[in-house]
């Protein structure tokens, strides 16, 4: 099916392609390696596709959130032994912005690269994490 929706864009001359990494694929955590090799592989994939399919009209970016809002985080604070109220105001302190992300931070992004107006953004690698990268 992917192959047949990017021969679809190639032909018609015009296609966004959108993949969702982590942060953590560009910049490895510790006891996380499988997972950040997993996204950096999206992130490689991605810029192939990228340079492959823009002489097309075709533009492949990739997403790379940071800490978002999202039931990860209740797990991250089960894991913690705290509540979810004290592991959200932990990320948040690290984060430049002073708060973690929402799900609707990454959907505008997306968004914003799917529209005509994102035609000469190719091959990038768009942080969502409020400064932390």
Same mark, same amino acid.
């Given at each position: 099916?992917?192959?047949?929706?990017?021969?679809?864009?190639?032909?018609?001359?015009?296609?966004?392609?959108?993949?969702?990494?982590?942060?953590?694929?560009?910049?490895?955590?510790?006891?996380?390696?499988?997972?950040?090799?997993?996204?950096?592989?999206?992130?490689?994939?991605?810029?192939?596709?990228a340079r492959e399919l823009g002489?097309?009209?075709?533009?492949?970016?990739?997403?790379?959130p940071g800490v978002i809002d999202?039931?990860?985080?209740?797990?991250?604070?089960?894991?913690?032994? %705290?509540?979810?109220?004290?592991?959200?105001?932990?990320?948040?302190?690290?984060?430049?912005?002073?708060?973690?992300?929402?799900?609707?931070?990454?959907?505008?992004? %997306?968004?914003?690269?799917?529209?005509?107006?994102?035609?000469?953004?190719?091959?990038?690698?768009?942080?969502?994490?409020?400064?932390?990268?």
């Amino acid at each position: 099916m992917a192959f047949a929706i990017r021969w679809a864009m190639q032909a018609a001359g015009w296609g966004r392609i959108v993949t969702v990494a982590s942060g953590w694929g560009v910049s490895g955590y510790p006891r996380a390696s499988a997972y950040s090799a997993s996204k950096a592989g999206i992130i490689s994939l991605t810029r192939a596709v990228a340079r492959e399919l823009g002489p097309h009209g075709v533009t492949a970016n990739a997403v790379a959130p940071g800490v978002i809002d999202t039931p990860q985080l209740d797990v991250d604070a089960a894991d913690a032994g %705290v509540s979810a109220a004290e592991i959200r105001a932990r990320y948040a302190a690290r984060v430049p912005a002073g708060r973690v992300g929402r799900a609707e931070d990454v959907a505008a992004l %997306v968004a914003h690269l799917c529209s005509a107006a994102a035609g000469t953004i190719t091959g990038q690698v768009v942080g969502v994490d409020g400064g932390l990268a």
